[in-house]
């Protein structure tokens, strides 16, 4: 409750918050541990219990971050945007100061959470592969479990968890006693967890934390075991400065390839000699769960089957989709569906007129290098997810 308190009484919400400017610090003796921030996360539009359609837009960047909570929790998950002022007596470690652009605000989520409670989670989602990602966790005592998993389940094995370095610690207030630091851990089934040995702390601890590969998908799960406590966390780009970093790109961008037709004989497979294209077909990118994709210029647009009954969905990032075909279901019902995605010609889709869930992942089945005839401006494509109708 002490640090429940101490923390409330820091955080001011719905405040203006500024853009962050790159903050360029050189150590000649060792540059190597020197990092640069900038483009502090901006959470000022959670104001409490985001669902799974939520979104905000990176500040200073293209990317979107679709937020939600895991479809497996039953209880929701207590989040609120706050903006806490720097450079006072409580907030003025250096690090800190950088991380959030040497803003007058350090924009951060609050997450909730009390003894009484399951553990509750919250999911981040990034329309892009984020290879200059940091990750600040303020406020963890002894009372408080936290974890942080990259795996997102929808897409099985073809997205490997990473393992994350720690290049900043210490506390909130360099003018007062320093709490003991945020310990890290590694588990075995591929998630980190942060903790404390110290119970209550007045001056609160943080920790920055950089993962080793590229991400696109974070979920921060917290547990207390406490009356009532709250964690902070925020992002920002981060490079090192002085130095070079390269890192493996997770994913190319990715096309899917498919046509439309009507299947005269009903055997769910495309005959060029008897079955017919179907052009002016919508068809639709969703999520794994049905839902619109957004980009960084909104929800992504359907495209329209050409005369040949094709079409081409570009430029996707890795992830779970599905596909949807805007069908007249007065007039048409979808033909026989073949369960295996490689096969040239056969039909993909449900009586919904809508896949299964298709992994666009370099080594996803059925994704290959993409060729010349294929006509598209990504290095990998998933072909032969087509739409067979019938007559009604």
């Given at each position: 409750?002490?640090?429940?308190?101490?923390?409330?009484?820091?955080?001011v919400?719905?405040?203006?918050?500024?853009?962050?400017?790159?903050?360029?610090?050189?150590?000649?003796?060792?540059?190597?541990?020197?990092?640069?921030?900038?483009?502090?996360?901006?959470?000022?539009?959670?104001?409490?219990?985001?669902?799974?359609?939520?979104f905000?837009?990176w500040?200073?960047?293209?990317t979107?971050?679709?937020?939600?909570?895991?479809?497996?929790?039953?209880?929701?998950?207590?989040?609120?945007?706050?903006?806490?002022p720097?450079?006072?007596s409580?907030?003025?470690?250096?690090?800190?100061?950088?991380?959030?652009?040497?803003?007058?605000?350090?924009?951060?989520?609050?997450?909730?959470?009390?003894?009484?409670?399951?553990?509750?989670?919250?999911?981040?989602?990034?329309?892009?592969?984020?290879?200059?990602?940091?990750?600040?966790?303020?406020?963890?005592?002894?009372?408080?479990?936290?974890?942080?998993?990259?795996?997102?389940?929808?897409?099985?094995?073809?997205?490997?968890?990473?393992?994350?370095t720690?290049?900043?610690?210490?506390?909130?207030?360099n003018?007062?006693?320093?709490?003991?630091?945020?310990?890290?851990?590694?588990?075995?089934v591929?998630?980190?967890?942060l903790?404390?040995?110290?119970?209550?702390?007045?001056?609160?601890?943080?920790?920055?934390?950089?993962?080793?590969?590229?991400?696109?998908?974070?979920?921060?799960?917290?547990?207390?075991?406490?009356?009532?406590?709250?964690?902070?966390?925020?992002?920002?780009?981060?490079?090192?400065?002085?130095?070079?970093?390269?890192?493996?790109?997770?994913?190319?961008?990715?096309?899917?390839?498919?046509?439309?037709?009507l299947?005269?004989?009903?055997?769910?497979?495309?005959d060029?000699?008897?079955?017919?294209?179907?052009?002016?077909?919508?068809?639709?990118?969703?999520?794994?769960?049905?839902?619109?994709?957004?980009?960084?210029?909104?929800?992504?647009p359907?495209?329209?089957?050409?005369?040949?009954?094709?079409?081409?969905?570009e430029?996707?990032?890795?992830g779970?989709?599905?596909?949807r075909?805007?069908?007249?279901?007065?007039?048409?019902?979808?033909?026989?569906?073949?369960?295996?995605?490689?096969?040239?010609?056969?039909?993909?889709?449900?009586?919904?007129f809508?896949?299964?869930?298709?992994?666009?992942?370099?080594?996803g089945?059925?994704?290959?290098?993409?060729?010349?005839?294929?006509?598209?401006?990504?290095?990998k494509?998933?072909?032969?997810i087509?739409?067979?109708?019938?007559?009604?």
């Open positions: 409750m002490v640090k429940l308190l101490t923390l409330i009484s820091l955080t919400v719905l405040l203006s918050f500024y853009n962050s400017v790159h903050c360029r610090r050189l150590d000649s003796t060792n540059p190597v541990y020197y990092w640069g921030f900038r483009s502090p996360a901006d959470f000022n539009k959670i104001f409490s219990q985001a669902n799974n359609e939520g905000i837009v500040n200073g960047t293209n979107k971050i679709n937020i939600g909570q895991p479809i497996d929790q039953n209880i929701t998950t207590q989040i609120l945007g706050t903006n806490v720097t450079n006072t409580y907030f003025n470690h250096v690090d800190l100061l950088n991380f959030f652009g040497n803003s007058s605000y350090a924009t951060m989520v609050a997450h909730f959470n009390c003894k009484d409670s399951d553990q509750t989670c919250q999911e981040f989602r990034f329309n892009e592969s984020m290879p200059d990602f940091c990750l600040m966790f303020g406020s963890v005592d002894g009372y408080d479990q936290v974890s942080i998993d990259t795996h997102d389940k929808t897409l099985g094995y073809q997205t490997p968890s990473v393992s994350w720690d290049i900043k610690n210490g506390s909130f207030s003018l007062t006693q320093q709490c003991h630091p945020i310990e890290k851990s590694e588990t075995s591929g998630t980190t967890t903790g404390c040995f110290d119970k209550t702390c007045d001056n609160p601890n943080f920790i920055i934390l950089r993962p080793n590969d590229t991400l696109s998908y974070l979920k921060i799960c917290f547990n207390s075991f406490s009356e009532s406590e709250v964690i902070f966390y925020s992002f920002a780009r981060c490079d090192l400065l002085g130095g070079i970093v390269t890192r493996r790109p997770l994913f190319a961008a990715f096309t899917v390839l498919g046509s439309v037709f299947d005269i004989d009903g055997d769910g497979i495309f060029p000699s008897k079955d017919v294209p179907i052009p002016g077909i919508l068809v639709y990118l969703t999520t794994s769960s049905g839902g619109p994709v957004r980009d960084s210029t909104g929800v992504i359907p495209v329209e089957t050409d005369s040949d009954g094709d079409f081409a969905l430029n996707i990032p890795r779970a989709y599905r596909i075909f805007d069908i007249d279901n007065t007039a048409y019902s979808a033909t026989g569906k073949s369960n295996d995605i490689t096969t040239e010609g056969t039909s993909k889709v449900n009586p919904n809508s896949t299964d869930i298709l992994i666009l992942a370099n080594s089945r059925g994704i290959r290098d993409s060729t010349e005839e294929d006509n598209v401006n990504t290095e494509v998933l072909p032969n087509n739409a067979g109708l019938v007559l009604i």
